[in-house]
């Protein structure tokens, strides 16, 4: 078995993928951890019957998604910034796909990229803002800085810009009225290649270093515990950051 805490950073009730991403990332973990030896395609398989999103972060690219979002092809991203901006509110995602007002005619994308999807739609979009009125006034109040666009089935909505620059002048002035972030978009997933993965083994022989022998059996929170998490996290800087963050997952800083 395996002890996992799991520190919510992503709103929940966002259309975010956040569980699905915690989900693909335990798998990518435990895979690793336990030397299964399953291939991305094979974790991908398991990873649908979890959730339909998470194929797409086990798939460790900006993607494409076709049928329930398991057929995923790499799509280009040109770098941007977000500005997202959290509602007071929770978007219940089957009562939006089971609402009469969502149309289903959406013409079909042949040969999809950036530019010939623009402009970006989201044909849930206007059930939502016409249902959930906290999601609509986050809308208005995205739209004199460009063309705003709601997150999967809600609640969260978010708009882009080339510069970062652009989106923290933003982020600072929505932020003071709604819950909001201010996030660099990205190509890959960070435990896309095996190297990252390096990362979680060592984290593995701290935990029994560490961790069990001082806490098992007592409270997540004691001091043990945050010492242990202390650790780990200077090894993120140590191992993880200076070979992955920024650059090619294949360079040879592996």
Same mark, same amino acid.
């Given at each position: 078995?395996?002890?996992? !805490? =799991? ?6 009730? $966002?259309?975010?993928?956040? @569980? ?5 990332? *335990? ?7 336990? #030397? %299964? ?9 398991? $990873?649908?019957? =979890? ?17 329930? $979002? +398991? ?8 770098? #941007? ?5 959290? &509602? ?29 999807? #623009? ?13 959930? &009125? +906290? ?5 208005? /109040? =995205?739209?004199?800085? @460009? ?12 708009? $882009? ?5 652009? /989106? ?14 201010? *996030?660099? @978009? ?10 990252? =993965? #390096? ?15 001082? %806490? +098992?059996?007592?409270? &997540? ?7 242990? !998490?202390? *650790? ?11 070979? %992955? +963050? ?9």
């Amino acid at each position: 078995g395996a002890d996992i !805490w =799991l520190q919510k950073n992503i709103p929940m009730g $966002g259309g975010l993928g956040g @569980g699905s991403s915690d989900a693909a990332t *335990v798998l990518l973990a435990l895979n690793h951890l336990w #030397q %299964c030896g399953l291939n991305r395609q094979a974790l991908m398989e398991i $990873g649908v019957g =979890l959730g339909a999103d998470v194929p797409f972060f086990l798939f460790g690219r900006n993607a494409f998604a076709k049928g329930i $979002g +398991e057929q995923l092809s790499a799509f280009a991203v040109p770098k #941007q910034w977000y500005v997202v901006v959290k &509602p007071a509110v929770h978007v219940s995602t089957p009562a939006i796909f089971s609402h009469q007002g969502l149309t289903r005619n959406s013409k079909p994308s042949i040969m999809p990229t950036f530019q010939t999807l #623009q402009p970006f739609r989201n044909d849930m979009q206007a059930v939502v803002l016409e249902a959930y &009125p +906290e999601v609509k006034e986050v809308y208005q /109040a =995205l739209k004199p800085y @460009g063309k705003p666009l709601m997150t999967g089935s809600g609640a969260c909505v978010f708009i $882009g810009f080339e510069h970062k620059g652009e /989106a923290e002048a933003v982020y600072n002035r929505i932020s003071k009225k709604y819950e909001a972030y201010c *996030v660099e @978009g990205l190509e890959s997933h960070p435990l896309l290649d095996s190297y990252a =993965l #390096q990362f979680w083994g060592v984290v593995k022989r701290l935990r029994h270093w560490i961790l069990i022998p001082a %806490c +098992e059996g007592s409270n &997540p929170s004691s001091p043990a515990t945050t010492q242990f !998490w202390g *650790v780990v996290k200077r090894l993120r800087h140590w191992i993880l950051i200076p070979a %992955c +963050e920024g650059s090619n997952p294949s360079s040879p800083a592996r």
